[in-house]
């Protein structure tokens, strides 16, 4: 299965333009190949009802937007599912301003966001990232947990010296408590921090050498020996341009694409090309 997840961030900011994009995104991709693969919207909160109906309409098969290839009969298949940019650890109570793992469930959300660096960069820490995926798996989510090192370095070695600690202590404290079996539910992206909205994306080999250590980290961190099944996805100025040869890596599971998701049509290329590397 390949992921390709679109993190709108803190757009559109009118309903319309979410509405416009939906339509092209559905226009770009009608009648394309899509097997093996799932493609997660992640809108902010207040576009959620929105999209849950596009993705509702897809589960009865009305979407129509994508589909199998005629050796299926051209029949509908489930790609789009509904994810969240980020949750609150308690499932009620008195906490103005935020969003309980069991709402998200309830309005027809199946992934959240936890961890992203641009959070991370609002004062939240790997205790808080810790709570929220807690509650947000005994909500029954999926989480994608962004871990990702703050500079880069073309040093030989720095995947041992820096980037290499810097990743373990993010997933081994966001980690901590969390049951074997709940890690089913569980994807981690590597977002290197100076690749997020910079424009510059990290090479798919540096990118491949974290995904083995990240799904080595989650199994020493974990005592479990299913971290080999971990999907682990890159993001980080992802466009249609550049995202080919993460794709043809076998350890890297899909991409988190930021900025280029915001465009439906490049969001549709990338899509397209997951989805013939699925084939
Ligand atoms: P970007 O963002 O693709 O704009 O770099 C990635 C992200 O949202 O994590």
Known sequence: MTYLIANFKMNPEQQEDMEAWIEKFQASFEGKRAE?????????????????????????????????????GGSKQEVLRLGAQDVFWEMRGAYTGEVSPSMLRNIGCEYVIVG???????????????????????AGLKVILAVGEPAR??????????????????????????????????????EPLWAVGSGIADTPEDALKAALFIRKCVGKATGTRHAQDLPVLYGGSVTSKNAAPF??????????????????????????????RSC
């Open 36 to 72: 093996g693969i799932r493609v997660v919207l992640c809108p902010p909160f207040v576009w959620l009802p929105l999209l849950q109906q596009v993705v509702s309409r897809d589960k009865t098969g009305s979407f129509g937007a994508v589909r199998r290839s005629a050796s299926d």
């Open 116 to 138: 992203h660096s641009e959070r991370r960069a609002l004062g939240e820490t790997n205790e808080i990232i810790n709570r929220k995926i807690k509650a947000a798996l005994q």
């Open 153 to 190: 370095t073309d040093e030989a070695g720095a995947l041992d010296r820096e980037v290499g600690p810097a990743l373990e202590k993010q997933l081994v404290e966001a980690l901590s408590g969390i049951s074997r079996i709940k890690l089913g539910n569980l994807m981690v992206a590597y």
């Open 247 to 276: 794709l043809t890596e076998e350890a890297l599971n899909g991409l988190l694409v930021g900025g280029a998701s915001l465009d439906a049509r490049e969001f549709s290329k990338i899509v397209a090309m997951s989805a013939n």
